[in-house]
């Protein structure tokens, strides 16, 4: 019944696959509705949700490990001068809060409507000020794009974000390094990229991110494209149905479920026992 889709990232710099597995259907099935509740509309931001039981230090995600049917809705590209208001007008009428990745030269372009993603509880996130591939750029490019993007960020809405996402998913061991250790940043890629950027159509967006869901999936958008926009209201619609709640990045990292001590020193059948019942 589910359709795989083998998808490429934008420019082939990466791939990612929308991660279906039997075990995730199952997870769906008996944990539907255990959690349906949380759709954050009313909560003050992130402030409500329980913090990371430990400090946490920056790392890559492409998706957050947790049983609970919750998933974070991204937007990358914007801010758009006019799908980005159309998506939160969409978002604000469902009650669903999302992640947006903009772009530091557009934040510039249009800061209302920065200003707008952060007053009605989305989170805003660093998805650099030009749009390269970070790991063509050098040392001083990657350090000139990220601080900058921040910064108008920051300038513009108050908000100071906590991750970022790469262009093109574009990375490599020395620009991860650069960005956990020197900003401080996570990290963010995506379980499910649906291909919105090669626009095919609102249905086959909508079908893609609903089959690709999963807990703690992290789903890839770009509020640059009509039919992505067009997709939302179905995408909402039928991942409520499934049992699914939305979460800001920070909140689903807030949210994570982590391994129990590591059971590394434990004798081998102990350890493979805790293991496997966490999985
Ligand atoms: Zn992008």
């Known amino acids: 019944m589910k359709i795989l889709t083998p998808v490429l990232c934008v420019a082939a710099l990466s791939v990612a696959a929308c991660a279906q597995e039997k075990s995730d259907v199952a997870l769906l099935r008996s944990g539907a509705g255990s959690t349906a509740g949380?759709?954050?509309?009313?909560?003050?931001a992130e402030g409500q949700l329980p913090a990371p039981r430990a400090p946490r230090v920056p790392a890559q995600y492409n998706e957050v490990p947790m049983s609970r049917p919750i998933v974070a809705l991204t937007f990358?590209?914007?801010p758009h001068p006019e799908l980005t208001?159309?998506?939160l007008d969409i978002l604000r009428q469902n009650g669903v809060r999302a992640t947006f990745y903009v772009i530091?030269?557009?934040v510039a372009a249009y800061p209302e409507i920065a200003r707008r993603i952060v007053s009605e509880g989305h989170e805003i996130a660093n998805h650099t000020y030009n749009h390269p591939a970070l790991t063509s750029v050098?040392?001083?490019?990657?350090?000139?794009?990220l601080t900058s993007t921040t910064q108008i960020i920051?300038?513009?809405?108050?908000?100071r974000p906590t991750n970022m996402r790469p262009p093109y998913g574009?990375?490599?061991d020395r620009v991860r390094a650069a960005i956990l250790r020197d900003h401080g940043l996570d990290v963010i890629m995506w379980s499910c990229d649906p291909l919105d950027w090669k626009r095919p159509g609102a249905q086959v967006v909508r079908q893609r991110l609903v089959d690709g869901a999963k807990p703690g999936g992290i789903l890839l958008a770009h509020d640059i494209h009509p039919g992505t926009i067009e997709a939302v209201p179905g995408v909402i619609q039928d991942l409520k149905a499934k049992g699914y709640g939305f979460a800001t990045v920070s909140q689903l990292l807030a949210l994570r479920e982590t391994k129990p001590a590591?059971?590394?020193?434990?004798?081998?059948?102990a350890a493979a026992g805790e293991q496997s019942a966490v999985q």
Do not use: Y
């Open 154 to 159: 920051e300038q513009t809405t108050g908000r």
């Open 138 to 145: 050098g040392a001083a490019g990657l350090q000139r794009e």
């Open 85 to 87: 208001p159309q998506l």
């Open 38 to 44: 949380l759709h954050p509309q009313s909560q003050p």
């Open 170 to 172: 574009a990375i490599n």
């Open 104 to 106: 530091g030269r557009n």
């Open 76 to 78: 990358d590209d914007g």
């Open 262 to 269: 590591q059971p590394a020193q434990l004798s081998a059948p």
